[in-house]
């Protein structure tokens, strides 16, 4: 890149092959719109971060690391009301500092590692989703650093995020009110527009628009909401989120067993 | 009591063990931790391996796009390798733009790649002066204990070894590349380089595949890349203690040792791949 002279300087510009590919677009397959793809979580992999997730659904692969709580940067915030439990006063409050980041190889393009204003919209959407469900009362004047890394983009790569994030946060030992899983869903266009469940990489790029729900199981309640396109009336946003809730659902179980079983690697690893 | 005097006193800590020729994880002085490689497994790379060594993970994604070739060097391609340390792998590193180590590894990946020869860039041009491939070779480190240079040289060797680039003809009449994605060959790797780290410990004892507290604790570092037949590619000793020659060819002997099980371990996990 033109200037950046802390990496290794390449091309100016390149294009990928795809461009000059001779085959036709693939239009994605026919499938039954409420599917999930199975799923394979595991916490706690990483021996540098207090608390760490690895999330694959087909071939999206998310890596996760939370890290802290540390002093949190930037001056005194005043007092206030005790919050309750003998949590800290709002203004005293922990912060969480989210941060997402792909891969340069995780697209179908290269992506320059720099990344831009996506990442950081995405990086405050899972601040948002995860700040409900987090007891930041109970570290004030601390920040809570959550670092996520998409390593291949194979579709609902937000949502798969927010899921690995909650799972690392709560392999940290963070206090939490619940769990916090995430649904992506998009909508197929044509003569009559279904809303697909979990999508692939190519139905998103085929889709007319897309959401990403976030939900926290136990509590029954939402806790992010991300979407844009052209979806049309107002109750084909709500059978969507509908449909997002729902599988947020079907999801917890499989959470619930990897944080056990990471629980139980960590009681047998440490020596008593 | 162990775990306090490791806290208030880290280097006698060492000391003690190293008195008795082992490590604390109970290693030898010369013994290296389990490594294990993984390839292929990102399917939006062209070629891709995870390398895990102890506890160190570094995950090399290599994507081939078109470019011009460069004015002064009509024929050649390029090879971009770049090297990523996120906040996730350590806590000493931070969000931003690479860091001075991030940097300095990048430029070691980047020696290796031009003194072994690797890739000989004339393979990667497709019409002298008009397209040529870059390989943009990425390396994430994911978890940071110690030996990142190892690790991140094992990782792109195998990433090499698995790039898979497609056929592409320069249509005569228009002048254009086409590209057949269902036709792929694999990159001509022509060299083997292996990297071992050692650590020096009180200006003499040298230890190898340091972890992440014993680079912390050590007076220098040492990093040597050998090719097939003991060929010397790179050596890297950013200054610290000094080495005295018989010591340095000590560890180019074990350097010529650990290439030979790192090749075996490569050699082992494509064919596993190759035959499924």
């Known amino acids: 890149m033109p200037g950046d002279h802390r990496r290794i300087r390449g091309p100016e510009e390149s294009q990928p092959p795809q461009l000059y590919a001779a085959d036709e677009d693939e239009l994605p397959a026919a499938r039954d719109p409420t599917r999930l793809r199975p799923v394979y979580a595991r916490a706690g992999l990483l021996s540098q971060a207090k608390g760490s997730a690895y999330l694959e659904a087909g071939g999206t692969k998310v890596l996760c690391a939370v890290s802290g709580p540390r002093q949190a940067e930037g001056g005194e915030r005043g007092g206030g009301p005790a919050g309750a439990g003998g949590e800290a006063p709002a203004a005293l409050r922990g912060r969480l500092l989210c941060d997402f980041r792909r891969a340069p190889f995780s697209g179908r393009r290269r992506r320059a590692p720099q990344g831009g204003g996506e990442e950081r919209e995405l990086g405050l959407a899972l601040q948002e989703a995860l700040e409900p469900a987090v007891r930041l009362g109970r570290y004030p004047r601390a920040q809570l650093e959550v670092s996520a890394l998409l390593l291949e983009d194979g579709g609902s790569a937000l949502a798969a995020a927010l899921t690995a994030a909650a799972l690392a946060l709560a392999d940290a030992g963070v206090e939490m009110y619940d769990l916090v899983v995430g649904c992506g869903l998009s909508l197929a266009p044509g003569p009559s527009p279904t809303w697909l469940l979990d999508p692939t990489r190519l139905e998103e790029e085929h889709s007319a628009a897309g959401l990403t729900v976030a939900l926290m199981p136990v509590l029954n309640q939402v806790a992010g909401l991300l979407g844009s396109g052209e979806g049309g009336q107002t109750e084909s946003w709500t059978d969507a989120v509908r449909l997002g809730l729902e599988g947020c659902q079907r999801l917890y179980p499989v959470l619930q067993q990897c944080l056990v079983r990471a629980a139980r690697r960590r009681g047998a690893a440490a020596p008593s | ?276």
């Not at chain 2, 300095?104 to 690797?118: C, H, R, Y």
């Not at chain 2, 000094?242 to 494509?270: F, N, Y």
């Open chain 2, 1 to 276: 009591m162990a775990a306090g005097f490791k806290t208030v006193e880290p280097l006698e800590y060492y000391r003690r063990f190293l008195k008795e020729n082992c490590r604390p994880d109970g290693r030898e002085l010369g013994e290296f931790r389990t490594t294990t490689v993984n390839i292929g497994s990102i399917s939006t790379a062209d070629g891709s391996a995870l390398v895990k060594q102890g506890n160190t993970t570094v995950i090399c994604g290599i994507k081939a796009e078109f470019a011009a070739p460069p004015l002064d060097a009509p024929d050649r391609g390029y090879v971009v390798p770049n090297v990523d340390l996120p906040p996730l792998c350590s806590s000493r590193f931070r969000t931003g733009p690479p860091g001075e180590e991030a940097q300095v590894t990048s430029q070691f990946i980047a020696d290796v790649l031009e003194n072994s020869q690797i890739i000989k860039k004339e393979d990667l041009c497709i019409s002298p002066g008009k397209l040529a491939w870059v390989l943009y070779c990425d390396l994430i480190c994911l978890d940071y204990d110690g030996n990142i240079l190892d690790a991140c040289t094992f990782a792109l060797l195998a990433a090499l070894k698995n790039v898979q680039l497609p056929e592409v003809t320069i249509n005569e009449e228009t002048a254009l590349a086409e590209v057949n994605l269902k036709k792929k060959s694999y990159l001509n790797v022509r060299a083997n380089p292996v990297a071992t780290s050692f650590a020096v410990f009180d200006d003499t004892l040298l230890i190898v595949d340091p972890t992440g507290e014993e680079e912390h604790l050590s007076t220098g570092t040492l990093t040597i890349v050998m090719d097939e037949e003991g060929k010397l590619c790179c050596l890297h000793k950013p200054g610290g203690s000094g080495l005295t020659g018989a010591k340095l060819q000590d560890c180019m002997s074990r350097a010529v040792s650990r290439h030979k099980e790192v090749s075996r371990l490569l050699d082992e996990v494509i064919q596993s791949v190759t035959h499924k």
